[in-house]
C-alpha cells in the first residue's frame, strides 16, 4: 500500500497499515502457540488471553512481552521512514520555491537595470 504523505487521510492510512502489521503478526504468534500446544507441550499460556484489555499505546513498560516490544519497534521504524519521507517532500518543495523566487527576483532586477540605461 502507497500512502502519499499529502493526502489528507495518510494518518487513517498509517493507522490501518499500523493494524494489520499488528494483527498479522498476533495471528502469527497464536498459530505458533497452538502449535506448541498441539506438540505436547502441556505449558498453555496465552499471551495475549490473561484479562488485560491493550491499550492505543504500547511503550515499552515493565512486563511488556517480546511480542509487544517488538511491535513496538516496527511501529517506530515504520513512522520513523514515514516522517523522513514527508520531511523530505516538504524540503524539495520549500527548495523549488526558494529558486523560483530567486529567478523571479534575478529577471526584475535585470528588467530594472536595463530600463535605467
Same mark, same amino acid.
Given at each position: 500500500?502507497?500512502?502519499?504523505?499529502?493526502?489528507?487521510?495518510?494518518? /487513517?492510512? =498509517?493507522?490501518?497499515?499500523?493494524? $494489520?502489521?499488528?494483527?498479522?503478526?498476533?495471528?502469527?504468534?497464536?498459530?505458533?502457540?497452538?502449535?506448541?500446544? +498441539?506438540?505436547?507441550?502441556?505449558?498453555?499460556?496465552?499471551?495475549?488471553?490473561?484479562? /488485560?484489555?491493550?491499550?492505543? $499505546?504500547?511503550? +515499552? $513498560?515493565?512486563?511488556?512481552?517480546?511480542?509487544?516490544?517488538?511491535?513496538?519497534?516496527?511501529?517506530?521504524?515504520?513512522?520513523?521512514?514515514?516522517?523522513? +519521507?514527508?520531511?523530505?517532500?516538504?524540503? =524539495?518543495?520549500?527548495?523549488?520555491? /526558494?529558486?523560483?523566487?530567486?529567478?523571479?527576483?534575478?529577471?526584475?532586477?535585470?528588467?530594472?537595470? +536595463?530600463? =535605467? $540605461?
Amino acid at each position: 500500500m502507497h500512502i502519499h504523505p499529502s493526502s489528507p487521510n495518510s494518518s /487513517q492510512s =498509517e493507522d490501518d497499515a499500523a493494524t $494489520k502489521i499488528q494483527a498479522g503478526f498476533r495471528g502469527y504468534r497464536v498459530r505458533k502457540q497452538i502449535r506448541q500446544n +498441539k506438540g505436547g507441550n502441556g505449558s498453555s499460556t496465552a499471551s495475549g488471553s490473561n484479562g /488485560q484489555q491493550r491499550s492505543p $499505546k504500547v511503550g +515499552k $513498560k515493565i512486563g511488556a512481552s517480546l511480542e509487544d516490544n517488538s511491535a513496538v519497534k516496527i511501529q517506530a521504524g515504520v513512522r520513523g521512514f514515514l516522517v523522513r +519521507k514527508r520531511q523530505k517532500v516538504a524540503t =524539495e518543495a520549500a527548495t523549488k520555491i /526558494q529558486a523560483s523566487f530567486r529567478g523571479f527576483k534575478t529577471r526584475k532586477d535585470l528588467k530594472t537595470t +536595463k530600463t =535605467e $540605461k
